[in-house]
């Protein structure tokens, strides 16, 4: 999670908090989670270390800092970044992929940022899978083919009413088997419509 100073002088008491909550969220649900800020100049040291020794994708929305994370970490070129923050998203900075060796140890590729995206060929099974939290309950459904989206007696959606899963996180599973992956904050639960 980068732009930590954004997130600490929010005035929206509502989005700290939540924000709070998802980084907690996943780190429970065991991935490891940093919380930078790239426009101080200094690269996180747990974070360099990451990619110390590997080959590493950095993906994610455009202009949250992906190329600014990477020229912390003394790669080979330097990428261009946004100039100056622009609140539209109309573009993008980074046009193409580039594989990039780094002075920090390991390479990245830097990729320019997605708005949304979708599986084209999804497998509701094989998607539903991707989602460590929801793994325990995707074989208890009662039909063998089951979305998990409105389906009876389907055991993610009773997880899910009774807190087992966040609906943060089966509302990105719907946005993406749906193809509303950009639009994640606004997919609604079929129940609660
Ligand atoms: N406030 C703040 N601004 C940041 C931070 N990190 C990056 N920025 C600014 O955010 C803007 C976008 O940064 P980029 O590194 O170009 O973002 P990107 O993710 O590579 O964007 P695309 O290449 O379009 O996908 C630039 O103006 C950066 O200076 C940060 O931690 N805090
Ligand atoms: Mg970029
Ligand atoms: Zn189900």
Redesign the pocket.
Known sequence: M?????LDKSPNEAFRNDTKSMIELYRSLGYRVFV????TGRVDEDLAAVFKNEVSLVV?H???????LINLMQPELIQD?????VLTKGR???TYASFLKLGTGGFVIDT??VRSFMIKDYDPINLSWCFVDLRDYISRCKYRECRHLDEPACAVQEAVKNGSISPWRYKSYIAILTGASGREGRVSISWED
Do not use: I, R
Request: proline fraction near 4%; avoid cysteine.
């Open positions: 980068n732009k930590k100073d954004l930078t800020q790239a426009d994610g455009s202009g949250v800092g992906k190329s600014s970044v946004e100039d100056e923050e993008h900075t980074t320019p940022g």
